[in-house]
């Protein structure tokens, strides 16, 4: 545990040295390691105790949101390219994409200053968890960890499907991805089911992902619009809503029937999978 959030650090770093050279791939490995070293907090989070785990968690936090606007300036883009054209809305369309491309390249010359000034905050935090980690860690209190993500992602998924809002949903794309770096963790070494497990939880944050990104694309052209940087847009917007609401449902389908509904018995699966 301890050389994986290390490694994960280490990743944030390299990350963060290639931005110069290439910006857009640097944020999104620089985001990526630094998911994956809450998601080994949050699986520590039972042995660390709640205090300790809030304060590592806080910094990463930290460094990660300051990424938002690098990131979100290039998946708005992707995303807003990926929707099907109409005709109608063509002129739309352009104004939105000559908008996003403006603000992906004035926040793309500031990458390599804001990753710097997150790793600067994050540097002691490996040091902090070998001193915090109680060196009697086992497997037993890894598998505390995992039940207690996969108790989180059910009741995320529970009230998903109860109140059927974005911020739900979201919620519920995070509880996955977190849980799937935490099986990803001991996948690389495990068995066949394993790194299936970890596949599959993989393509689940992947298409929540997808739907999680119209929705900020449709917020976010209705916030231009509504502050006169764009014209009127309902029906570009109105169409991004209905592929978002399309997908929702099949997805929310999916992982009620993924794995086992019992948090302890997914854990104790994992850990023997893991061999």
Known sequence: MLLAFSRAIGAARR???????????????????????????????????KKAARGFVR?????????????DADVLLATLRAVPAAAEDDLERHAIEVALELEQRRSLAETSEILARGLRSLAPLPG??????????????????????????????????ETQTDEDLHEWRKRVKELRY???????????????????????????????DLIL?????????????????????????????????????????????NPKLFARRVIAERG
């Open 217 to 261: 694309l449709e917020r976010e052209i209705a916030r231009r619009e509504r502050s006169g940087e764009i014209p009127a847009t309902a029906g570009l917007r109105d169409g991004i809503q209905r592929i978002a609401r399309a997908r929702s449902p099949k997805i929310r389908e999916r992982g009620e029937a993924l794995f086992e509904d």
């Open 182 to 212: 935490q099986v990803e963790l001991l996948a690389s070494t495990g068995s066949r089911q394993l790194k299936k497990r970890e596949k599959v939880l993989g393509e689940l944050a992947q298409e929540l992902g997808d739907v999680t």
């Open 128 to 161: 902090a968890l070998e001193i915090t980690l109680d060196p009697e860690f086992s497997t037993r209190d890894l598998e505390r960890g995992f039940a207690r993500s996969r108790r989180r992602e059910r009741r995320a998924l529970e009230r998903a499907r």
């Open 15 to 49: 990350a963060a040295r290639g931005a110069a050279a290439d910006p857009v791939a640097a944020v999104h490995e620089y985001r990526k390691s630094l998911r994956r070293a809450r998601a080994l907090i949050a699986v520590l989070s039972p042995s660390l105790g």
């Open 59 to 71: 910094r990463l936090q930290a460094a990660f949101r300051t990424t938002s606007a690098l990131r």
